[in-house]
């Protein structure tokens, strides 16, 4: 059971435009909202996150929106360049029996044609 | 720091064969994980760790074992390896057991069962 919904699978976007990215979730439960970046070869490692107290938060060209009426938070990445081609996870995090729980969106691949 | 470091970077192996996927992290952090990145799939738990002596199954645990008889390592034995293995492995951790807290991953294993 998939709890977390990312989309689109991949996203082509010119050098200077705006790429877009949309999370959906189910369990009002999470309370923690990351989002993931991963280099070909390399691990994914965190780029910005959100609690659900918050409608949006901003780091450089990095934006997550958050709707939580909806339950969907959205990555914005404002003038992508060529070095920002990379697959993006969206996650969403609770505290769970034991500790927490994390789980991670399908992934989006982004290609930014320079 | 190295971080989460892991071995081996890539191996081939035969069904029915077994393994050890190892990993250290540097960081005296609490919790480790091992997830498995399948394409359209994410990245999916496989065990996890809150601390030394103690370990618990994620969502896909089904032909691997771990231990975690130190801070440090958190080793990934896959039993009687099964094409169905075939992935790129990460394993993962964070400082404390806390929903908020950053995920870091090593820069993964390339497992291909023939």
């Known amino acids: 059971q998939q709890q977390v919904k990312q989309s689109p699978q991949s996203l082509i976007v010119q050098k200077g435009g705006i790429s877009i990215i949309n999370c959906a979730y189910e369990n009002t439960a999470f309370d923690y909202f990351p989002w993931y970046q991963q280099f070909p070869g390399k691990g994914p490692a965190l780029l910005i996150a959100i609690r659900p107290d918050v409608s949006e938060k901003k780091e450089g060209r990095f934006t997550i929106s958050f709707n939580k009426s909806a339950k969907q938070f959205s990555l914005h990445i404002m003038d992508s360049q060529p070095g920002d081609s990379a697959t993006y996870f969206c996650?969403?995090?609770?505290?769970?029996?034991?500790?927490?729980?994390?789980?991670f969106g399908a992934g989006t691949r982004l290609f930014v044609k320079a | 720091n190295a971080g989460v470091t892991q071995t081996p970077k890539f191996q081939v192996l035969k069904t029915g064969q077994s393994m050890t996927l190892q990993c250290a992290q540097d960081m005296n952090h609490e919790y480790m994980s091992w997830y498995r990145q399948d394409p359209g799939m994410g990245l999916r738990l496989i065990h996890y760790s809150v601390g030394a002596g103690i370990t618990d199954q994620g969502e896909v645990p089904n032909g691997y074992n771990v231990s975690r008889s130190t801070t440090e390592d958190f080793p990934l034995r896959l039993l009687s390896a099964a094409p169905s293995q075939t992935s790129v492995y990460f394993c993962?951790?964070?400082?404390?057991?806390?929903?908020?807290?950053?995920?870091?991953f090593g820069e993964g294993s390339w497992l291909t069962v023939v």
């Open positions: 993962a951790s964070s400082l404390r057991w806390s929903s908020g807290n950053t995920i870091y």
């Open positions: 996650a969403a995090s609770k505290r769970d029996t034991g500790g927490f729980k994390t789980i």
